[in-house]
């Protein structure tokens, strides 16, 4: 568990350094793409992502509001694909690739993007971790708000 707590802190100090002014006012949560091959999980079925989720939300909300879901990876589709699908999706949008959301290891990859302005500033984070508990592979799409 020390990993993923490791993982969100660094992640997290990431964000709140990287959240720069654009102008544009803020995004939904229900205007996230999601990759059509998801499927939204439920807390409780796997024991990785609901830790994941909980140190993220616990970090973050002090800060400010984060909106996340949970969603079951099929077994054929890599985190290439949804990397590249996440890319596309937002490639003519005002989100702007944050370097310090990217990591790939053995245990989760990230990437994430900012946008916003003083008052609406915004980051949104993708997180991919394949089976390991024999669970499943998850993604977390998360939006955080100040």
């Given at each position: 568990?020390?990993?993923?707590?490791?993982?969100?802190?660094?992640l997290?100090?990431?964000?709140?350094?990287t959240?720069?002014?654009?102008?544009a006012?803020p995004?939904?949560?229900?205007?996230?793409?999601?990759?059509?091959?998801?499927?939204?999980?439920?807390?409780?079925?796997?024991?990785?992502?609901?830790?994941?989720?909980?140190?993220?939300?616990?970090?973050?909300?002090?800060?400010?509001?984060?909106?996340?879901?949970?969603?079951?990876?099929?077994?054929?589709?890599?985190?290439?694909?949804?990397?590249?699908?996440?890319?596309?999706?937002?490639?003519?949008?005002?989100?702007?690739?944050?370097?310090?959301?990217?990591?790939?290891?053995?245990?989760?990859?990230?990437?994430?993007?900012?946008?916003?302005?003083?008052?609406?500033?915004?980051?949104?984070?993708?997180?991919?971790?394949?089976?390991?508990?024999?669970?499943?592979?998850?993604?977390?799409?998360?939006?955080?708000?100040?």
């Amino acid at each position: 568990m020390q990993p993923i707590r490791s993982i969100v802190a660094v992640l997290l100090a990431a964000l709140l350094l990287t959240l720069v002014g654009c102008g544009a006012p803020p995004v939904t949560f229900a205007e996230v793409p999601v990759h059509p091959e998801m499927t939204p999980m439920e807390r409780g079925s796997n024991s990785i992502a609901d830790a994941f989720a909980s140190s993220l939300e616990t970090s973050l909300t002090e800060r400010g509001t984060v909106e996340l879901q949970l969603y079951s990876v099929p077994n054929a589709v890599m985190w290439e694909e949804i990397d590249g699908f996440y890319s596309s999706a937002l490639a003519e949008s005002d989100w702007k690739l944050a370097a310090e959301l990217q990591q790939e290891s053995a245990g989760i990859n990230t990437t994430g993007w900012m946008r916003g302005s003083f008052a609406s500033e915004q980051g949104l984070m993708v997180g991919y971790a394949p089976d390991m508990l024999g669970d499943g592979a998850f993604l977390i799409v998360a939006l955080f708000s100040e």
